[in-house]
Nanobody
């Protein structure tokens, strides 16, 4: 069992920044791939970013590329999402997730939510125009 707790969401003006954190407990996540997803009202959950277990491979959704940065601190069992140049269309509940499979699926496959076993409860990000 892995418990994930997101934090760092809030209300920010367009152009502003937020840093989301996802703290894991129950198991060390240093050997697992981690992802961020988001879901806006009335829309399906969508992929935002993924980081491989050793941090060597990273992928972003085209909509956030160049503005968001995913990182991890395995010593703290935590994954981060730095979000800069925020836009109103970034408004959503942001979720982190972990893939506890012992095999590496690759960052392309890990864009799919079905690969992840555990999810956090989400943190709201609201960007005002």
């Amino acid at each position: 069992q892995v418990q994930l707790v997101e934090s760092g969401g809030g209300l920010v003006q367009a152009g502003g920044s937020l840093r989301l954190s996802c703290a894991a407990s129950g198991r060390t996540v240093s050997t697992f791939d981690m992802g961020w997803f988001r879901q806006a009202p009335g829309k399906e959950r969508e992929f935002v970013a993924v980081i491989s277990r050793n941090g060597g491979s990273i992928a972003y959704a085209d909509s956030v590329k160049g503005r968001f940065t995913i990182s991890r601190d395995n010593a703290k069992n935590t994954v981060y999402l730095q979000m800069n140049s925020l836009k109103p269309e970034d408004t959503a509940v942001y979720y982190c997730a972990v893939d506890t499979s012992p095999s590496y699926s690759g960052v392309s496959a890990l864009r799919r939510a079905s690969f992840y076993d555990y999810w956090g409860q989400g943190t709201q990000v609201t960007v005002s125009s």
